[in-house]
């Protein structure tokens, strides 16, 4: 099993596209990269703690390569927009990757290296210091499956998941 921590706009998304493949058995929402200790998620709203919202992606490498995970991560949103997903804007929807080691940090690089090409460059994703990851409240873990016809979810959500399963259909789960 490997994890990734890896922020990219609103965890919902991230969280909804990644229980999408194959080979992903856990993740976790949650605020890392600020100096509050145990954020809520209204503080962290606020974009004063630092922290991003992010996801902790846990997958199991024998069923999805490690490289799919990342290549989906830069799918599933735009990693140009500094601060900001769509209409979803402060340093807490930074792009950013928080490498758990050394090779982590070497995989990310190559994987941002490719993500340049298809996205013609300009990306803006930080590879920041593993600290403190600290899990969302509990409506916010699996958001999407809890709540398949919120609003936020239909127009957001449900076309990076379905821009990640047409990519990587040899992952997507039936």
């Given amino acids: ?35 509050v200790p145990s954020p809520s998620y209204e503080q962290v709203c606020t ?14 490498t024998d069923v999805i390569p490690s490289d799919v995970i990342l290549d989906a991560f830069f799918t599933m949103h735009d990693p140009r927009q500094l601060n900001r997903q769509g209409n979803d804007v402060g340093t807490q929807y930074r792009s950013a ?22 996205w013609d460059g300009g990306l803006v994703t930080t590879t920041e210091p593993l600290t403190d990851f600290y899990p969302a409240e509990d409506y916010h873990q699996d958001f999407f499956t809890k709540n398949p016809g919120q609003g936020y979810c239909l127009a957001v959500a449900v076309p990076k998941v379905n821009k990640v399963r047409a990519r990587f259909a040899e992952y997507a789960r039936s």
């Fill in 47 to 60: 974009g004063t703690t630092g922290h991003a919202e992010a996801v902790k992606v846990t997958f199991d």
């Fill in 97 to 118: 990757m928080f490498p758990a080691d050394d090779a982590q940090r070497e995989e990310f690089a190559r994987a941002q290296e490719r993500a340049s090409e298809w």
């Fill in 1 to 35: 099993m490997q994890t990734y921590v890896l922020a990219g706009g609103c965890f919902w998304c991230l969280d909804a596209a990644y229980r999408a493949l194959d080979g992903v058995t856990e993740v976790e929402s949650g605020y890392i990269g600020g100096t």
